[in-house]
């Protein structure tokens, strides 16, 4: 089987110098944050944000809110040439890693409900579906899927299930793996 070459990727914390790339991520997406409001998520104060790095570049993000125990994800974007080789799953295990030790015990997230993408991840990293807002999305209208996890009150180093993640490492701060998957299509 044809192998792309092994990703060795870093999660941390998003940082101001960090803007200018995640908005480069941002412009792939159907309606962008621009990168006034990008900046106005990283100052609330109950916010929580997490770029991955291959190398010196962001190739991923995460953000999202946590209010006491209640964790939500508002974003979560894989550069698109890097799509389907284990880094959504991985950056989702790294953010929800975070989290749990931050307290959280229950993670939601709203997707289109035509985001076959984005429903398949969650669903394979474990989350469920516990409702539906009718036409809650504009351009194009679609309903939105609520979707939730309960998570462990001691995570062990990765909550989901990585399949082809490997040598997985926490320090300071930061969440380390590698990524070795087999070339899509
Ligand atoms: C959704 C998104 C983050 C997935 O990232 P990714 O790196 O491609 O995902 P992964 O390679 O880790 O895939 C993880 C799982 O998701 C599912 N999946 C991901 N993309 C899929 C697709 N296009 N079709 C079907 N299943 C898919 C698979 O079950 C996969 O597990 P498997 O490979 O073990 O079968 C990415 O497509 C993306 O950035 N989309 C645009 C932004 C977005 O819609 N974000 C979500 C709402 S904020």
Not at 140 to 162: E, K, Q, S, W
Request: hydrophobic share 40%; aromatic share 6%.
């Amino acid at each position: 089987m044809l192998r792309a070459p092994a990703l060795r990727l870093r999660f941390r914390s998003m940082r101001a110098s960090d803007l200018t790339a995640v908005a480069g991520l941002e412009s792939a997406m159907l309606h962008p944050w621009p990168p006034a409001l990008l900046a106005e998520a990283l100052a609330q104060q109950r916010g929580w944000q997490m770029v991955g790095e291959t190398g010196e570049q962001v190739c991923c993000y995460a953000s999202g809110t946590l209010v006491a125990d209640e964790a939500e994800i508002h974003r979560l974007v894989v550069a698109p040439g890097l799509r389907r080789r284990g880094i959504g799953k991985a950056l989702l295990a790294a953010c929800l890693h975070r989290l749990t030790t931050q307290g959280a015990r229950y993670c939601f997230i709203e997707v289109r409900a035509n985001n076959a993408s984005a429903l398949a991840l969650y669903r394979r990293c474990g989350f469920r579906a516990v409702g539906r807002r009718r036409n809650y999305y504009r351009e194009p209208t679609d309903d939105a899927l609520l979707l939730a996890i309960d998570l462990p009150a001691l995570p062990p180093l990765c909550p989901v299930d990585l399949g082809p993640v490997n040598d997985v490492q926490e320090e300071a701060g930061e969440t380390q793996c590698g990524l070795s998957c087999p070339q899509p299509g």
